[in-house]
């Protein structure tokens, strides 16, 4: 998700030339403050992101009702699975905009686990969106069709789809000769882009994205639309086909964000064509925030808010370690008076 950051470095100019006049101080001066902006820009919504999204795991993981029921089980996949995106994404921006640079085996790494993830996240929301037009459609089903064992199955088959990608880009990477490079140091910022070595590997990974997502979206519209029609019947529950068609509306609107992070590269290169170098630097920054960042913390936000069995839980929660957090950062100070 971080292709976009290949030139992100010139934000960050280097300081260490010796100042001529003092034009050239003010304009370091606004460079130097612009970075810290941007910085905190993203850095503050991941931190934020990344706190909510692992006490909404944590809550998960607490009571039996949440580890023994199928939907649940699959909001802590799809949960784990942009956790773990996310942090490795703010890690990659960290490093591009420190401007440090990675050798291709560390870069390869976490590639591949950006990778396994980011393939993780659509197809767990198709999961869970077959799950609710069961539980709409095929409601004295439902129990014996969703299953905790079956949901286990499906997320062990989900895991395995997205490994066998992975391990499709390891191989065609393996192709690439690194005998002929100078050395394994890599020259750019560490990003899914600089690992597409082979020739195919673009185009095989442009072709994987875009069926998985195609396939996502029409499952997704037909589940949406099936239970809208079962909303309507007589014999429907009309207020559980309204809670389902609202959550598989938010579905469609994550799954939409996602595909935004994989198509918005070719966007941007129209628009460099037009636009400074510098100011495409800082659009892709704001589209880190907007398209990166926040899907990855919208998971929690739908149901830490709308579900009214982890609602209490999560808000007792947060409050705790929020008191937790501000006990510890007062006892220190009674201590030295």
Same mark, same amino acid.
């Given at each position: 998700?971080?292709?976009?950051?290949?030139?992100?470095?010139?934000?960050?100019?280097?300081?260490?030339?010796?100042?001529?006049?003092?034009?050239?101080?003010?304009?370091?001066?606004q460079?130097?403050?612009?970075?810290?902006?941007f910085l905190?820009?993203?850095?503050l919504?991941?931190?934020?992101c990344?706190f @909510?999204?692992?006490?909404?795991?944590?809550v998960?993981?607490?009571?039996?009702?949440?580890?023994e029921?199928?939907?649940?089980?699959?909001?802590?996949n799809?949960?784990?699975?942009d956790?773990v995106?996310?942090?490795?994404?703010?890690l990659?921006? @960290?490093?591009?905009?420190?401007? @440090?640079?990675?050798?291709? &085996?560390?870069?390869?790494?976490?590639?591949?686990?950006s990778?396994?993830?980011?393939?993780i996240?659509?197809?767990?929301?198709?999961?869970?969106?077959?799950?609710?037009?069961?539980?709409?459609?095929?409601?004295?089903r439902?129990?014996s069709?969703?299953?905790?064992?079956?949901?286990?199955?499906?997320?062990?088959?989900?895991?395995?789809?997205?490994?066998l990608?992975?391990?499709?880009?390891?191989?065609?990477?393996?192709?690439?000769?690194?005998? *002929?490079?100078?050395?394994?140091?890599?020259?750019?910022?560490?990003d899914?882009?600089?690992?597409?070595?082979? &020739?195919?590997? *673009?185009v095989? *990974?442009?072709?994987?994205t875009?069926?998985?997502?195609l396939?996502?979206?029409?499952?997704?519209?037909?589940?949406? @639309?099936?239970?809208?029609?079962?909303?309507?019947?007589?014999?429907?529950?009309k *207020?559980?086909?309204?809670?389902?068609?609202?959550?598989?509306?938010?579905?469609?609107?994550?799954?939409?964000?996602?595909?935004?992070s994989?198509?918005h590269? &070719?966007?941007?290169?129209?628009?460099?064509?037009?636009?400074?170098?510098i100011?495409?630097?800082?659009?892709?920054?704001?589209?880190?925030?907007?398209?990166?960042?926040?899907?990855?913390?919208l998971?929690?936000?739908?149901?830490?808010?709308?579900?009214?069995?982890i609602?209490?839980?999560?808000?007792?929660?947060?409050c705790?370690?929020w008191?937790?957090?501000?006990?510890?950062?007062?006892?220190?100070a009674?201590?030295?008076?």
């Amino acid at each position: 998700p971080l292709h976009c950051f290949r030139d992100l470095s010139e934000l960050f100019p280097t300081m260490s030339y010796a100042v001529q006049s003092n034009t050239t101080v003010v304009v370091q001066y606004q460079e130097l403050l612009e970075s810290v902006f941007f910085l905190m820009l993203s850095a503050l919504p991941s931190c934020v992101c990344l706190f @909510i999204n692992g006490t909404m795991l944590f809550v998960l993981r607490s009571k039996p009702v949440f580890r023994e029921t199928s939907r649940y089980i699959l909001l802590y996949n799809l949960l784990l699975a942009d956790t773990v995106l996310l942090a490795q994404s703010q890690l990659l921006y @960290i490093l591009a905009a420190c401007r @440090i640079r990675l050798t291709y &085996p560390v870069c390869g790494v976490l590639t591949m686990i950006s990778s396994l993830t980011n393939n993780i996240s659509p197809l767990t929301l198709v999961m869970m969106c077959l799950e609710r037009y069961v539980a709409v459609c095929y409601p004295l089903r439902h129990t014996s069709i969703i299953t905790i064992r079956n949901t286990e199955m499906t997320i062990t088959v989900v895991w395995a789809f997205s490994s066998l990608h992975v391990l499709a880009h390891v191989v065609l990477l393996l192709q690439f000769s690194f005998r *002929d490079l100078q050395s394994l140091q890599m020259t750019n910022s560490c990003d899914r882009q600089s690992m597409l070595l082979h &020739p195919l590997s *673009d185009v095989y *990974d442009k072709v994987f994205t875009y069926l998985v997502f195609l396939s996502a979206g029409v499952t997704v519209t037909f589940s949406y @639309i099936a239970v809208v029609v079962a909303a309507r019947s007589v014999s429907a529950n009309k *207020d559980s086909a309204r809670k389902a068609r609202n959550t598989l509306l938010l579905h469609v609107v994550q799954l939409g964000l996602s595909l935004s992070s994989t198509i918005h590269n &070719p966007l941007l290169i129209a628009i460099s064509k037009v636009l400074d170098r510098i100011v495409i630097v800082r659009i892709q920054i704001v589209f880190y925030v907007f398209i990166i960042i926040f899907p990855r913390c919208l998971s929690a936000l739908i149901y830490g808010i709308r579900d009214q069995t982890i609602r209490p839980v999560l808000m007792y929660s947060l409050c705790c370690q929020w008191r937790r957090s501000a006990l510890l950062s007062v006892v220190p100070a009674k201590g030295k008076i």
